[in-house]
């Protein structure tokens, strides 16, 4: 059993043979197709201990991607968006940039923290909009009760270009020396505490790009440290898949499959979609501590402290980027805004 991961483990014919395998539709009697090897579901099935299973299933060892068509009616879409573009239009004002994740920051429009500005905006569209079965039957397929969801408004322009290759949150907003620092087990565990999942907000046909997926690739054990490297990236580009949507579908996948947003081709399409992020409700410490608190306290004292300064910065301060106000703390020199445990070492080093 490999313990702690090392570049040299990420083996591309290992990868390959993961990656090519079939998704049979037999295996999964409740979907209505197979595209490209991504499972297609109705938007209308009922929530059952059974169908969560064949969900479940498709996420860890199927495709680790399904699809549901008419998931959102149109008119509940088409008042949320109402309201997103509202956002974005007063953020554009502001002379508000986003940062982002995988691309160029300022080239699309991101709403950060869109959960609870929507919530204030609109209340009664917002109870609508989240008056969902579908979104809590896959919710509840893969992470069971109590979850978090957030939300990222994200607009893909005309000419916005694609993302790079990537897994998603936990590890896929880190860079390969930092996902080497943690072993193989949380590799494993990263992405059993999330669930990706995307709602079209407009008609999303091939040309505006929608999300590019390399179906198993959430099998691969060391895809943490491989994403980084170009020969995966080759691959992906090589292999990747892409599914039209339209407007109120909605995708959901394990965050360990590689994938990124496509290029917007079209001439005048703005590719809206609403990103959600929906976390396991098992993601907390036991208790709640003020970090801030702690770490005014301790600086002066570390400032001239003879022993293990990073043990007690380990121990007090936040060393984990999220949850971030990320209006604030943008993601835009990297994955990832800097931790409080890096504000408090870069501040003991100057």
Known sequence: MTTWFTAADCDLEEFRTVCEQKTEIADYPHARDVVDGVLIYPGDLPNTREIQSELARALMDGPGIVVFRGAFAPE?????????????????????????????????????????????????????????????LICQAWLGTGYQVTSQINVVNPGGVAQTAHRDYHLGFMSQDQALRYPAHIHALSPLLTLQGAVAHVDMPLETGPTLYLPHSQKY????????????????????????????????????????????HSADVRRMANLLQVSSAFGRAMEKVDRTAMVQALYPVLR??????????????EGYAFPADLDHDQPIDGLAPPTQADLLRKSLAG
Do not use: C
């Open 76 to 136: 509940v879409v088409d008042r949320a968006t109402a309201v997103f573009t509202d956002m974005i239009v007063e953020q554009r004002a502001a002379g508000v940039t986003g940062g982002d994740h995988f691309a160029k920051p300022g080239a699309n429009d991101r709403v950060w923290g869109a959960l609870d500005k929507f919530a204030l905006r609109d209340p009664a569209a917002f109870a609508d909009y989240y008056d969902n079965d579908t979104l809590a």
């Open 304 to 317: 001239t402290f003879p022993g293990r300064v990073e043990n007690v910065i380990a121990a007090a301060a």
């Open 221 to 264: 054990p060391a895809g943490y440290v491989a994403y980084h490297r170009p020969e995966f990236t080759e691959y992906f580009e090589s292999h990747r898949v892409q599914l039209p949507l339209s407007k109120g579908d909605a995708a959901f996948f394990n965050p360990a499959v590689f994938h990124g947003a496509g290029t917007n």
